[in-house]
């Protein structure tokens, strides 16, 4: 019997729209939302970095780079950059370091404890960023008064109250409490879907439990820490309110600068000039996060079939 | 590439393996219940058994990945029940091969060396004998995730084998795999697990892999042991109905001794029919006889004259072609279902066309009568 013997009658068909037209059509909404609220103000305040402001205050040409020479060339603000940077760094180390306990916590831990301490780790997030601010301000006061102060002096430990308010130490307490849950969500989700066998293997092979980390789950958490470093770095180094609440002068990072010479100065094209290291700051974490911790292992992984 | 081109060989240091027993609490369940089995160094014994039956708990508590409620384990005579799982010595196949996905093939198999504190000059010339072994020598540098499910195994398998194990535990190794690469793995494993005399243990639902690999088969359900023995004694003399039925296929018929003659007892089957057992467990009234059924033959019920041995009438209701064999699924004239094996041996017609409906005469040799408890 051939396939022209069959019957051949055709089901009754409608008009539909061709599927990239629907997906299209779909996206525009949020497309044009971020177009006219992000791309187009990040472009011109991005330009004003490179436009000159005369005494009049208008903004406009000729072309200058003299906001980035001023930038570069002072050593204050060279001062706030590096400030910015250290803080960025030393939150995302100890964020880290903080981050993997509880992220195995809630990766490996029984269903109800998994549950619990995943709440305590996100639950901080519902509380705003300012009323948690002044929290640590609370905790870290410098005057015998501060909860840190007051506990050391009942301990008995030294007489001088320590100065932690205000200082870079301070900002990176605060932030490292903020953005912890950005980093163990990450972290938790890599390390779930690793294979609990491949541990096994490991101690049955020979390695005791801390090699079987090292050697095993470390590496192949890697997709998630990547993920965390990069949030957590790019976040703490563009952040604003943590400080400007308990940085203080000494603890000056470029978010506060960058308010301060727009608002107070009224420099736009300084700010602006900020501003544009900020973002530099940002996509250079996200490179320089891949490059650093992935570059070798994170090939392996894709190619491995990690997620 | 073949071992020749490396100075080093592998070898083993197996041991003998005991568990007295022991025992598995999760919560209110008793997962193990009591088990005391002895294995001789280089025998490979095969925990078979349902799932849930205990089979995969009792290994992970020989290997120390879970710790027992009660009971010890002792392998080469040492008890190790207290000692952690890296301090055992053993080699491990899981069923999902646990290849480390971020270690190339040879990193994989030097893993277990490496956490011994072997030189990297030494590792080198084990790793390669090891790959050798399992003809995955010109693998040694690819992932893991670039093998075959089948390569996979057998790098797990050097990576199990290359640090000298004591003892050898294989957790459903091929459950993964298909059926022809599956049987092949089973003659491969069985043949290196022999050369090296490894003791191993081996967990499995498919009862072929047991009787293909296995030395003894420890039947397992609900936690206890069932039945140890050869793959032989486990499927000619099942101690128990529930062992008859889990190793292939058992025809069960009830009957009551009525007398003795000069072979042995006499039993009328509860189906109608008698049977002759020259076997029997005392002087039990009551006796449920298991009957394999590849020894059940068919024939007209006009001819049952001729058929001697045991035997009883029965009613066709199914027959199926299986290739090998004809399985004809009957019913007795008390409702009990009743099997046959017929097989199709190449050139004879399919033996006498039985179809739905037929009245038969199914008879076997009295030999095939087996006396099983009724558990």
């Known amino acids: 019997m051939t396939a022209s013997a069959l019957p051949t009658t055709d089901m009754p068909t409608r008009f539909a729209p061709p599927r990239l037209l629907v997906g299209v059509a779909m996206l525009l909404p949020a497309l044009g939302f971020l177009l006219a609220f992000l791309v187009l103000p990040s472009v011109i305040l991005l330009s004003y970095s490179v436009l000159s402001q005369p005494q009049s205050g208008d903004i406009g040409l000729p072309f200058t780079a003299s906001s980035y020479q001023r930038l570069i060339s002072s050593p204050a603000y060279r001062h ?42 996100v639950l901080p997030l519902v509380v705003s960023v300012v009323v948690r601010t002044y929290g640590w301000q609370l905790v870290l006061g410098n005057s015998g008064t501060g909860v840190l102060n007051w506990l050391l002096h009942v301990l008995g430990a030294g007489t001088a109250p320590v100065q932690v308010m205000f200082t870079e130490w301070a900002i990176v307490i605060a932030s490292v409490h ?23 293997a490991a101690r049955v092979l020979g390695a005791p439990a801390w090699r079987a980390f090292v050697r095993i789950t470390l590496p192949l958490s890697v997709p998630g820490l990547i993920a965390g470093l990069t949030i957590v770095f790019s976040l703490t180094a563009a952040s604003y309110v943590t400080p400007q609440m308990v940085g203080g002068s000494r603890g000056l990072m470029l978010g506060v600068l960058l308010e301060q010479q727009i608002n107070t100065s009224f420099d736009w094209p300084m700010g602006a000039a900020i501003a544009a290291v900020m973002v530099g700051i940002a996509l250079g974490a996200t490179a320089g996060v891949e490059w650093l911790v992935g570059r070798r292992a994170a090939a392996r992984l894709r190619r491995s079939g990690a997620r | 590439m073949t071992a020749k081109a490396t100075a080093a060989k592998v070898t083993s240091r197996a041991a003998d393996l005991a568990v007295s027993g ?68 053993i080699g491990m196949l899981f069923q999902n091969y646990a290849l480390f996905p971020h270690l190339s093939v040879a990193e994989n198999v030097a893993f277990g060396l490496e956490m011994r504190g072997v030189s990297k000059a030494a590792i080198r010339p084990k790793v390669a004998a090891a790959l050798a072994l399992v003809q995955l020598g010109s693998f040694a540098d690819r992932l893991p995730a670039a093998l075959s499910g089948g ?149 007209a019920l006009e001819e049952r004259a001729q058929h001697g041995g045991s035997g009883l009438p029965a009613t066709v209701q199914q027959v199926v072609y299986r290739g090998q064999a004809t399985h004809v699924h009957m019913t007795l004239d008390d409702g009990a279902p009743l099997l046959a094996f017929l097989p199709n041996r190449q050139g004879e017609k399919a033996k006498e066309d039985f179809s739905p409906g037929n009245r038969v005469w199914a008879s076997w040799p009295s030999s095939s009568n087996w006396p099983v408890a009724d558990g």
Do not use: W
């Open chain 1, 178 to 200: 903020v953005f912890l849950p950005l980093m163990v969500l990450p972290l938790a989700a890599s390390l779930a879907r690793i294979e609990p066998s491949l541990n096994e």
């Open chain 1, 80 to 121: 706030v950059a590096m400030t910015t940077l250290r803080v960025a760094l030393f939150t995302s180390l100890f964020t880290s370091l903080l981050a993997y306990p509880l992220a195995m916590a809630i990766a490996y831990g029984r269903p109800l404890f998994s549950r619990i301490t995943m709440s305590l780790v």
């Open chain 2, 151 to 299: 390569q996979q195994q057998r790098v797990a398998l050097a990576r199990a084998i290359v640090i000298e194990p004591a003892l050898l535990l294989l957790d459903e190794p091929l459950g993964a795999l298909d059926r022809n690469l599956r049987e092949s793995m089973q003659v491969e494993i069985r043949q290196i697990q022999k050369r090296l005399g490894i003791t191993a243990v081996l967990v499995t639902h498919d009862q072929e892999e047991a009787l293909t690999m296995a030395d003894r088969v420890v039947i397992m359900n609900g936690g206890r042991l069932e039945q140890v023995g050869t793959p032989e004694e486990i499927y000619s003399r099942p101690r128990t109905r529930f062992v008859a039925s889990f190793i292939g296929a058992s025809n069960f018929l009830h009957g009551r001794v009525i007398g003795h003659d000069g072979s042995g007892l006499r039993i009328a089957l509860t189906g109608g029919g008698e049977a002759c057992m020259s076997h029997s467990d005392g002087e039990t009234k009551e006796v449920l006889i298991s009957v394999r059924p590849e020894a059940v033959s068919l024939a």
């Open chain 2, 22 to 89: 022991l025992t598995k609490v999760f919560g209110t369940t008793i997962a193990v219940d009591g088990i005391t089995l002895r294995i001789a160094s280089g025998e490979l014994v095969a925990l078979l058994g349902p799932s849930g039956c205990g089979k995969t708990t009792t290994l992970r508590m020989i290997a120390g990945l879970v710790e027992p409620t009660e009971g010890d384990v002792l392998i080469g005579g040492l008890r190790v029940t207290r000692t952690p799982v890296h301090r055992r010595n």
